[in-house]
Nanobody, 114 residues
Framework: QVRIVESGGGLVHPGGSLTLSCAAS????????MGWYRQAPGKQRDLVAR???????TYADSVKGRFTISRDNAKNTVSLEMNNVKPEDTAVYYC????????WGQGTQVTVSS
C-alpha cells in the first residue's frame, strides 16, 4: 500500500522560514518524480517545485530563489525549504509522486500572516 504523508506546515510570519517534509512508503521511491503543489482557497492546484529521479529541479517562477526542493532516496523523503515567505504563499501544500502511477498526500496547511 502506497502512503504519502506531508508534515511541517503551520503559521509563519512574512519573511520567515518553514520546511515541509514528505515521507513516502510502498513504492520504488528513487524512480519517482517528486513534487510539491499548493492550492489556495478558490484557486487551482499549482506546481511549486519538483525534483526528478536524477535530481533535476524545477520551480514555479513565484518561488524561485526562495524555495528549495531536495530528496533523500535512502529515507524515501522529499523536503521543501521555504525562505522569505510571503502572504501569497498561504495554501495547502501537497506532495505528489509521479512515475508509472500518480500518488498524492493529504496536504499540509501553510499560513503566512503577521
Amino acid at each position: 500500500q502506497v502512503r504519502i504523508v506531508e508534515s511541517g506546515g503551520g503559521l509563519v510570519h512574512p519573511g520567515g522560514s518553514l520546511t515541509l517534509s514528505c515521507a513516502a512508503s510502498g513504492l520504488s521511491f528513487s524512480r519517482y518524480v517528486m513534487g510539491w503543489y499548493r492550492q489556495a482557497p478558490g484557486k487551482q492546484r499549482d506546481l511549486v517545485a519538483r525534483i526528478s529521479a536524477g535530481g533535476t529541479t524545477t520551480y514555479a517562477d513565484s518561488v524561485k530563489g526562495r524555495f528549495t526542493i531536495s530528496r533523500d532516496n535512502a529515507k524515501n523523503t522529499v523536503s521543501l525549504e521555504m525562505n522569505n515567505v510571503k502572504p501569497e504563499d498561504t495554501a495547502v501544500y501537497y506532495c505528489k509522486a509521479d512515475w508509472l502511477n500518480v500518488y498524492w498526500g493529504q496536504g499540509t496547511q501553510v499560513t503566512v500572516s503577521s
